[in-house]
T-cell receptor, first 112, second 117 residues
Framework: EAGVTQFPSHSVIEKGQTVTLRCDPI?????LYWYRRVMGKEIKFLLH????????ESGMPNNRFLAERTGGTYSTLKVQPAELEDSGVYFC??????????FGDGTRLSIL | AQSVTQLGSHVSVSEGALVLLRCNYS??????LFWYVQYPNQGLQLLLK??????LVKGINGFEAEFKKSETSFHLTKPSAHMSDAAEYFC???????????????FGQGTILTVHP
């Protein structure tokens, strides 16, 4: 079975620009999570979808971040406008029920 | 609120030596605990999980961890290190209580394991 796929693997943009990250979960997984690791810090939770609904978005840093999961399949995370402190590695994970989460390889985002 | 502390951001061992990576957690309810490993340029891979069954949990690649409630610990061990074990290791906790935040993982800071020949 295909794993969690994230695109792009790397993105370099300038401050003030917009970037959209995409995550394709494992087929059939209702739960989809976004996490972020800023350099030198721990991996932190951003939000959790159950199918197309936002179950928990308590970790979203501010309103410059917008996550969607239309149709309950893939998800996008848009940052607009990007700021320097948004740099880091963004991980997506998916799971079915209470099973452990499977992670993608991450998107490394660099804001210049 | 839950939290995880990994003691030691870097651990270095010789090939064939014991690996011990420390993890202490804080949780107001019985937790689910996980160890993940990240190899360079890859995502996080599940090593093992504790979900309130046996306190000694065996995982992949010869790793195991023991849940000790009295010490709030979930240390990861491997009897004999191999060069291929060099990676970053993350301990994580997930609440098994209800509520909107039931699914999220809270991670420790990560421990980079270096294995010397």
């Amino acid at each position: 079975e295909a794993g969690v796929t994230q695109f792009p693997s790397h993105s370099v943009i300038e401050k003030g620009q917009t970037v959209t990250l995409r995550c394709d979960p494992i087929s059939g997984h209702d739960n989809l999570y976004w996490y972020r690791r800023v350099m030198g810090k721990e991996i932190k939770f951003l939000l959790h979808f159950v199918k197309e609904s936002k179950q928990d978005e308590s970790g979203m840093p501010n309103n410059r971040f917008l996550a969607e999961r239309t149709g309950g399949t893939y998800s996008t995370l848009k940052v607009q406008p990007a700021e320097l402190e948004d740099s880091g590695v963004y991980f997506c994970a998916s799971s079915q029920g209470f099973q452990p989460q499977h992670f993608g390889d991450g998107t490394r985002l660099s804001i210049l | 609120a839950q939290s995880v502390t990994q003691l030691g951001s870097h651990v270095s061992v010789s090939e064939g030596a014991l690996v011990l990576l420390r993890c202490n957690y804080s949780s107001s309810v019985p937790p689910y605990l996980f160890w993940y490993v990240q190899y360079p340029n890859q995502g996080l891979q599940l090593l093992l999980k504790y979900t309130s069954a046996a306190t000694l949990v065996k995982g992949i690649n010869g790793f195991e961890a023991e849940f000790k409630k009295s010490e709030t610990s979930f240390h990861l061990t491997k009897p004999s290190a191999h060069m291929s074990d060099a990676a970053e290791y993350f301990c994580a906790v997930r609440s098994n209580a209800g509520g909107t935040s039931y699914g999220k993982l809270t991670f420790g800071q990560g421990t980079i394991l270096t294995v010397h020949p």
